[in-house]
């Protein structure tokens, strides 16, 4: 112990880790008090006729499908809705602590498109393409959770949701982010969870899943994903509550508008979550970015898209919520420097704002193709964030004045004690990305960064297998997805 660390500094202030914010408290109280005034001005449609009930009997005004929602209602919502979820992989271990500034990625859902590996083709996603993401997902260490990121188009329509968590669930340990097409397919997906937990309750205290519900902007909200919401709520499920919210497009074209719309959009989304059940876990979430006024097409990989995401992720902790938002994706068609470009930039201004779930990733094309490629390479750009975000810790053994003394001038520390302690942990080390010398690098076959990616990618595929369920669950497993098909068939013949 030096003479130094002896002493005791008054008011000494530490950034744990870097700091970005777009927005300062004042703004996001703004932005809130302008929620506030929209819902119980304007209201919102809402048509599920649960959800209607729940609200009139909760306080707010219904007309209809117009509600207006009293401030004192959607304050009593945040009141109570749990500032702290914890999220397991399948077999019960705590690994998603969503809470403060924590962050965690994955990819994202829905693509109508996948860009075939083996053959470069864009084609639609099929039930095959959702195992390998899991796989994928399963290999990556920087991944934290798993999404379909495409609607497996060979399966039965109606119930592609609940083949993709089949696949899922069967391919990966870690967490997964399921949607679902409705309260049916809800049902399907957290009883096969709840047999790979064990029982519901046991589900239910280590829960491994989050259902994902969609719904449309500005302040229109169905029966499909209100129902939805009600459901994950009375079952203590974890629910993201995602409002597609384009500036210019279905929001006003100043950001500022836009978030404030997801913002009012979401908050509908928690107060019928909490009517259905006080303290239900919910997470606000939403496609927050811009529209092409020239084509009329969203944009992933605007740079306005951030700014948004980091807008809304700083309204969200002002009021102690938990929120999701997407990076790692892109508006390319292919592998190339646009998609790369994008991608990264989106994943650190993420990372930076502290947002709890980045999803999306491996997403081109405004969303609407999928890249198994782009999450491999995505792997190792979140790496590169996560060691940024765990900023520089300062204290008398980091600052090395001792050794610094030791060694004195003129000397190396290559052999010091002190840089066999800290080097592995104070430098991040590529998987991916190339720092050999250039006749070394040429050596090795003087390969792109897309020749290496499709090289570890190929790797996953054949040699990576991930921890198998029991032949129980499975069974279990198969026969709930039987049982849906069964019910799907009945459907249709009436």
Known sequence: ??????????????????????????????????????????????????????????????????????????????????????????????????EDHNIYYGPGSGSEFIIDFFNGERRRPQKSDVELVGRIVDAMPNMDFAMELGTCMDVTPTLADVHAFEALVRNTTKPIIQPAYGVKQCQDILDMAAAVAGSLKDLQQNPFIIFYTETSSPLRHFEEALDKTIFAAKNSIPNIYAPSTFAGGVAPVTLAGTILIALADNLVGLVVSQLAREGAPFIMGGIVSTVDISDGMPSYGAPEASLLAAGFSNVASYLGLLCSSIAGCSDSKCFDAQMGLEAASSLLVGGLSGSNIIQKSGKLEYGATGSLELIVMNDE??????????????????????????????????????????????????????????????????????????????????????????????????????????????????
């Open 1 to 98: 112990m030096t003479a130094k660390s002896l002493y005791v500094r008054a008011n000494y202030e530490v950034n744990q880790t870097p700091q970005f914010k777009v927005l300062s408290d004042d703004q996001c109280e703004e932005i809130y008090l302008g929620a506030l005034e929209t819902l119980e001005r304007t209201g919102a449609d809402v048509y599920s006729k649960e959800a209607l009930e729940l609200l009139a009997k909760g306080g707010c005004w219904v007309d209809g499908t117009r509600v207006r929602f009293p401030s004192y209602v959607v304050e009593k919502a945040i009141r109570s809705v749990p500032s702290r979820i914890v999220i397991s992989d399948r077999n019960g271990v705590r690994t998603m602590f969503l």
């Open 381 to 494: 750009t979140i790496g590169m964030v996560k060691r940024i975000l765990r900023g520089i810790q300062v204290n008398d053994e980091t600052m090395a004045v001792d050794v610094i003394d030791c060694v004195g001038p003129g000397g190396h520390f290559l052999g010091e004690e002190h840089t066999m302690k800290y080097f592995r942990t104070e430098f991040w080390r590529p998987t991916l990305m190339n720092r050999f010398r250039y006749d070394e690098w040429k050596a090795n076959g003087g390969k792109t960064m897309a020749q290496r990616v499709k090289e570890k990618t190929q790797n996953i595929i054949n040699n990576h297998r991930p921890e198998p369920l029991p032949e129980k669950t499975l069974a279990e497993i198969k026969a709930i997805v039987e049982r849906a098909e069964s019910r799907e068939a009945t459907r249709k013949k009436k």
